[in-house]
């Protein structure tokens, strides 16, 4: 999965602090307000409650509003918006937010479809690079980072986790670089024997 793609980055529904802490899930980037971030966001999703998605629609008026989405009048970046969604999806209702690149036409409903293809699977899946998205987006930002100079040069800038290993003790180490078995013990345990696909 790219940077450019649809990606699903929290599992289960979001509650409001968590939402807002998804809303900059990249604020500890090195160069933060050097670089265009715009690759970083562009395609994040995740699920929101009515709840959240009616509030964001109150803060302010809304750039647009088209059917079942509306954008916030806000950027993220020079390119990157919110987006809200209100889906009906297997015959009930539920709302999403993703950030989408204004320049790129037609991103919202890409994303929109993105999202409707993703929920409407009749099994449970969680790809490797959802499990990893997860676990970054669950991370407290005290566990979290990303590599920098004690790291190898080709490793600087990646994302990093602390994790516990038992008796060797709590080690950083780049979040890609996970074992399955790594990944399953930093996730919640409703979440850890989920397949990794959903068979063809």
């Given at each position: 999965m790219?940077?450019?793609?649809?990606?699903?980055?929290?599992q289960?529904?979001?509650?409001?602090?968590?939402?807002f802490?998804?809303?900059?899930?990249?604020?500890?980037?090195?160069d933060?307000?050097?670089?265009?971030?715009?690759?970083?966001?562009?395609?994040?999703?995740?699920?929101?409650?009515?709840?959240?998605?009616?509030?964001?629609?109150?803060?302010?008026p809304?750039?647009?509003?088209?059917?079942?989405?509306?954008?916030?009048?806000?950027?993220?970046?020079?390119r990157i918006?919110s987006?809200?969604?209100?889906?009906?999806?297997?015959?009930?209702?539920?709302y999403?937010?993703?950030?989408?690149?204004?320049?790129?036409?037609?991103?919202?409903?890409?994303?929109?479809?993105?999202?409707v293809?993703?929920?409407?699977?009749?099994?449970?899946?969680?790809p490797?690079?959802?499990?990893?998205?997860?676990?970054?987006?669950?991370?407290?930002?005290?566990y979290r980072?990303?590599?920098?100079?004690?790291?190898?040069?080709r490793?600087?800038?990646?994302?990093?986790?602390?994790?516990?290993?038992?008796?060797q003790?709590?080690?950083?180490?780049?979040?890609?670089?996970?074992?399955?078995?790594?990944?399953?013990?930093?996730?919640?345990?409703h979440?850890?024997?989920?397949?990794?696909?959903i068979a063809?």
């Amino acid at each position: 999965m790219t940077l450019l793609s649809a990606r699903k980055v929290y599992q289960g529904i979001a509650d409001r602090r968590q939402m807002f802490r998804m809303f900059d899930r990249h604020a500890q980037r090195p160069d933060r307000f050097q670089d265009d971030a715009s690759a970083l966001y562009r395609g994040e999703w995740f699920e929101i409650s009515q709840a959240e998605h009616d509030y964001m629609l109150e803060i302010l008026p809304p750039l647009w509003m088209r059917g079942e989405m509306f954008a916030l009048r806000e950027f993220l970046t020079d390119r990157i918006i919110s987006i809200f969604y209100a889906l009906n999806i297997d015959g009930r209702m539920r709302y999403f937010h993703g950030y989408c690149d204004l320049l790129d036409k037609g991103a919202p409903e890409r994303m929109r479809d993105a999202i409707v293809e993703r929920e409407t699977r009749p099994v449970r899946a969680m790809p490797r690079e959802e499990r990893l998205e997860h676990i970054w987006s669950s991370t407290h930002d005290d566990y979290r980072g990303y590599a920098g100079e004690r790291w190898p040069e080709r490793d600087r800038g990646k994302r990093t986790v602390m994790y516990y290993g038992g008796r060797q003790g709590t080690t950083l180490k780049l979040l890609d670089d996970l074992t399955d078995a790594e990944i399953a013990a930093k996730l919640p345990v409703h979440l850890r024997y989920l397949p990794d696909a959903i068979a063809a």
